[in-house]
């Protein structure tokens, strides 16, 4: 089957690069004709710079990737799914507000499709191999993570005010994602914030702790105004990965 890449941007051509491994058919779809003809250039393949508006129609049985910028996610997707697209790899966050992405979530229903958001971190090497570890240990007792991310690299990135305001969803939900993936979405949470950042004035520290569905004690921190990285601490009985 082809799959659509749609978007001539990094995420695009990173993931032209599995498809290449993979070795599947593929067409990829830009936007506009200097971005097309510069991806192009810079990995040596054919993009379509009509863009996916302008298709005269899709194969059947076609799926899709999207990479577009934050904000055109969603719009793309419900093009894709109106189009009768039925399976998408959809790049995270797939939207930038909870009401866009229920709509998204509708729509994924309406047209008994398949929409999968970007969230692949659920998929390294690594993560696999804790729970096989994990698993072997008795099940997990506790879990922190840390999503500080790197202000001053962040803050001349130059994207919009719309992104910046929503960067914790935007990039920061990747190990916010994963340490959920390993303890189960919340069952009971204490949030807390404070500070403030030029590109992110509503707050520049966060902690919390809570009890996951299952019943793991978890706990977070993320200083964007201080020094750090992302990471994720599982605990068992035996060790500390």
């Known amino acids: 089957n082809l799959i659509y890449l749609v978007g001539t941007g990094y995420m695009a051509a990173e993931y032209l690069k599995v498809l290449k491994?993979?070795?599947?058919?593929?067409?990829?779809?830009?936007n506009t004709l200097s971005s097309s003809k510069l991806f192009e250039q810079e990995n040596e393949t054919v993009v379509?710079?009509?863009?996916?508006?302008?298709?005269?129609?899709?194969?059947?049985?076609?799926?899709?990737?999207?990479?577009?910028?934050?904000?055109?996610?969603?719009?793309?997707?419900?093009?894709?799914l109106g189009s009768g697209v039925k399976r998408i790899l959809l790049e995270k966050p797939g939207g930038l507000s909870f009401s866009t992405l229920e709509r998204l979530n509708k729509l994924q229903d309406i047209k008994k499709a398949n929409v999968f958001v970007g969230y692949n971190r659920r998929y390294y090497s690594s993560v696999?191999?804790?729970?096989?570890?994990?698993?072997?240990?008795?099940g997990l007792l506790s879990c922190s993570f840390d999503f500080t991310e790197w202000s001053d690299q962040v803050s001349?990135?130059?994207?919009?005010?719309e992104v910046y305001n929503t960067w914790l969803i935007g990039n920061s939900s990747h190990v916010i994602d994963l340490g959920f993936h390993f303890t189960g979405l919340p069952e009971e949470i204490s949030s807390f914030y404070s500070g403030t950042l030029p590109w992110h004035p509503a707050s520049s520290t966060f902690s919390g702790a809570g009890v996951s569905q299952r019943g793991i004690l978890f706990n977070y921190t993320a200083n964007r105004?201080?020094?750090?990285?992302?990471?994720?601490?599982?605990?068992?009985?035996?060790?500390k990965l």
């Open 48 to 80: 379509n710079a009509n863009g996916l508006s302008k298709l005269e129609c899709l194969e059947n049985n076609a799926m899709a990737i999207v990479a577009v910028n934050s904000e055109k996610l969603v719009d793309v997707c419900t093009e894709l």
């Open 156 to 161: 001349n990135l130059g994207k919009t005010k």
């Open 128 to 138: 696999l191999e804790a729970e096989k570890v994990i698993q072997q240990d008795g």
């Open 21 to 30: 491994v993979l070795d599947v058919k593929y067409e990829v779809l830009g």
């Open 225 to 239: 105004d201080s020094a750090g990285r992302w990471g994720v601490e599982l605990h068992t009985k035996k060790r």
